[in-house]
């Protein structure tokens, strides 16, 4: 092999052993973008994102994009399709289910942790209470952005980091499809009666109350949610 051939193959093996480090802050910023996209409405369960759209709109490359949607995928926050791209999950009552019964265990664990929490900002979950009662103008958004704040306010209480991770990766499926289920008056009224006993047992420090309305709370959005959700994915 001559010096020439020989200083080719170290630098085609310099390229192939290197591997691709991605821009952090573009791939955040294109995870944020997906994730407030889910919260504020302007993505629907099933709805398929395209690649070029991103990047067009966040004025970032393909790689990013893509990284993005790999570690989305990887949280179940989206789904993969052979040559389709990615699209939101759109979940089925059996998936539904499994991801409240895992909330209802993590949830209640993180109202004990929270009420255990001798730093818990009382006056911050007595103030979001009373904020939605004086402003709440009956529409579904209104009502869920309230109630996203209220259990990561709980949730981030319990001073538990990877509880806090592994509850939020969880909400964000359910958040959006509640989003685009009926949130009639009278769920939200039934939710707002089952947060006042966990408020109330947080505000005492009674853990073991704390955690038992908590999962009583989540058992029973579960039942409603299934039951709304049942319903769509019967008719389609």
Do not use: C, W
């Amino acid at each position: 092999m001559t010096d020439r051939n020989r200083s080719m193959a170290k630098r085609s093996a310099v390229r192939t052993s290197t591997p691709v480090v991605q821009d952090s802050s573009a791939v955040e910023r294109v995870i944020g973008y997906i994730i407030s996209g889910i919260r504020d409405g302007r993505f629907a369960p099933g709805q398929r994102l395209i690649e070029g759209e991103l990047q067009a709109m966040l004025q970032v490359s393909r790689g990013p994009v893509r990284e993005a949607v790999r570690r989305l995928a990887a949280e179940n926050i989206l789904q993969l399709e052979l040559h389709k791209g990615a699209r939101l999950r759109q979940l089925t009552p059996e998936e539904i289910n499994a991801i409240y019964d895992v909330r209802e265990v993590l949830e209640g664990l993180a109202a004990r942790l929270a009420a255990q929490n001798a730093s818990f900002p009382d006056d911050q979950l007595q103030a979001l209470e009373r904020e939605f009662d004086r402003r709440f103008d009956g529409t579904t958004r209104h009502y869920l952005a309230y109630n996203e704040e209220f259990h990561r306010l709980i949730v981030r209480s319990s001073g538990n980091t990877e509880l806090i991770r592994l509850v939020e990766n969880l909400q964000i499926p359910t958040f959006l499809l509640l989003l685009h289920i009926l949130v009639d008056a009278l769920s939200i009224k039934r939710a707002r009666a089952e947060h006042r006993p966990i408020v109330k047992a947080i505000l005492k420090r009674d853990g073991r109350e704390a955690e038992r309305t908590m999962r009583a709370h989540i058992r029973s959005t579960k039942t409603f949610v299934i039951k709304v959700a049942a319903k769509r994915f019967r008719t389609g």
